[in-house]
């Protein structure tokens, strides 16, 4: 059945829309931390109003049409389902612009089109280094089996005699290249160099499948992850050139913390520590209790977030509990269930089958089964080195509370003596000064790395004592 707005777009004379609307539109914006432009081409045929997408900045997308399209005298909407993406506008005559709300990815922002072409936003990244002064900058490519991790070494040119710190940096969840890029925020290229400018060396590396490391990033494990870093360590102790003028570190973030305890807990070259807003407590706890803070601070119900807790709370259950093999039945029965109980928000746009595809695909994998039954206790217990604990006040992504308590209980004797555990209330979990403090805010903000995060790193790893 027709809806009352493609009703009325057939009841327009075409010239109306003609008039007011047809031709070419301009916009500039930005969203996650990237600046945009597109254009819109409105138009007709025997069917009615048309919406055609042209990327003057993206040269893999050229003109592409749209779907479910309605343009009248106030209104202006179109889905690009394949890429699926939303506009929801209207045409302001008095000012003689279209502005509405665009949709794609769970993101939601404002964007305004004009008649007249639009310059490209400019994204500030002040943090961001403009030269190497103070070190050198050394390529390399790191073996790890059939892997090669492509890889960059930061070497302070005015290091002191003898052996200095060398930090080997461990990135999250999700494909990341060597700097970490994010929303275009590049946190590891910025920690790196503020590293190197004082005195301490560090390794970054490319995810295996990213950048110019082979392999394939989505079917590896945690383990798989762990045993990249450890080729980091390996490499550095055989190199002519590092191997005994370093002290070898690990700086995890988030998930990277969690391969960094996986590979201190064995090999013994590893001297010292920082997890960085990274697990005190279970890869269970952590993304049960996310999913329900994430969906709240984006502004949706109580309601929606206790669900969405529980739901990846039975799906941990659950393929902790069956193999790969056997876990269907029981995921597709427990999903079933929730389906019935979701918030009419969520059943008005996802169907029950998407659904159930969604939460199989994201947690029948060994990557998540390895996540969720990861315990940072049974890693702490036999770490003897000096661990730096930080984690920020406002992060939804990696509640601070519970993760400082899990490191304060589990972190052993001789850890303790030398570790230090930091709460650092205004920060996200990306160690930026936050307002809304979400996860569509990181893009938003100029300041890629707090300087007292940076501050505290140096000066925590230059004050300990390494045998």
């Not at 190199?239 to 969690?258: C, F, N, P, T, Y």
Request: charged share 25%; with cysteine.
């Amino acid at each position: 059945m027709l809806n009352k707005q493609f009703l009325i777009l057939f009841l327009l004379p075409v010239q109306l829309i003609a008039q007011n609307l047809s031709g070419k539109w301009y916009s500039s914006f930005r969203i996650a931390g990237t600046a945009q432009r597109i254009d819109l081409l409105i138009g007709q045929n025997e069917k009615g109003a048309t919406v055609d997408l042209v990327f003057p900045d993206l040269d893999t997308l050229k003109r592409h049409s749209t779907d479910q399209v309605v343009v009248n005298d106030t209104l202006v909407a179109f889905s690009w389902t394949k890429r699926a993406l939303k506009f929801d506008g209207k045409f302001i005559a008095s000012e003689g612009i279209i502005r509405g709300e665009m949709q794609q990815s769970g993101l939601d922002w404002e964007v305004t089109f004009y008649r007249d072409p639009q310059p490209v936003i400019e994204i500030k990244r002040p943090q961001e280094p403009n030269s190497a002064d103070g070190y050198s900058v050394r390529e390399v490519q790191i073996p790890n089996g059939d892997v090669a991790l492509g890889a960059t070494i930061f070497f302070p040119k005015l290091s002191e005699n003898g052996k200095i710190p060398l930090v080997i940096m461990a990135s999250g969840s999700g494909p990341q290249n060597r700097d970490c890029e994010l929303m275009g925020h590049k946190p590891f290229l910025v920690m790196a160099d503020h590293l190197a400018k004082n005195g301490i060396a560090v390794l970054r590396f490319d995810d295996r499948g990213m950048g110019k490391s082979t392999g394939v990033f989505q079917t590896a494990s945690l383990k798989d992850f762990a045993s990249d870093i450890n080729a980091c360590v390996k490499f550095i102790k055989r190199d002519k050139e590092l191997g005994k003028r370093v002290q070898i570190g690990i700086a995890g973030h988030s998930e990277g913390g969690m391969h960094a305890l996986m590979v201190a807990a064995k090999n013994k070259d590893v001297r010292f520590i920082l997890e960085l807003a990274s697990v005190g407590t279970s890869g269970k706890d952590v993304l049960i209790r996310q999913q329900y803070l994430i969906p709240l601070k984006a502004g949706l119900s109580e309601e929606y977030a206790r669900w969405n807790s529980a739901v990846f709370a039975g799906m941990c259950r659950i393929i902790s509990n069956y193999t790969a093999e056997k876990v269907q039945d029981p995921m597709y029965t427990f999903l079933d269930s929730m389906y019935v109980l979701a918030p009419q928000e969520f059943r008005d746009e996802t169907e029950p089958m998407a659904f159930k595809f969604q939460i199989m695909l994201f947690g029948n994998n060994d990557w998540m089964r390895q996540f969720v039954t990861f315990e940072s206790k049974d890693y702490l217990k036999k770490i003897k080195v000096p661990i730096l604990v930080v984690n920020g006040g406002q992060d939804i992504q990696v509640p601070p509370t519970e993760a400082l308590e899990g490191y304060d209980k589990h972190i052993s004797k001789r850890s303790r003596a030398q570790s230090k555990l930091i709460l650092a209330p205004d920060l996200n979990h990306l160690f930026q000064k936050c307002n809304t403090c979400d996860i569509q805010e990181y893009g938003d903000l100029e300041e890629t790395v707090s300087p007292f995060v940076l501050h505290t790193m140096t000066q925590w790893i230059k004050g300990i004592q390494l045998d």
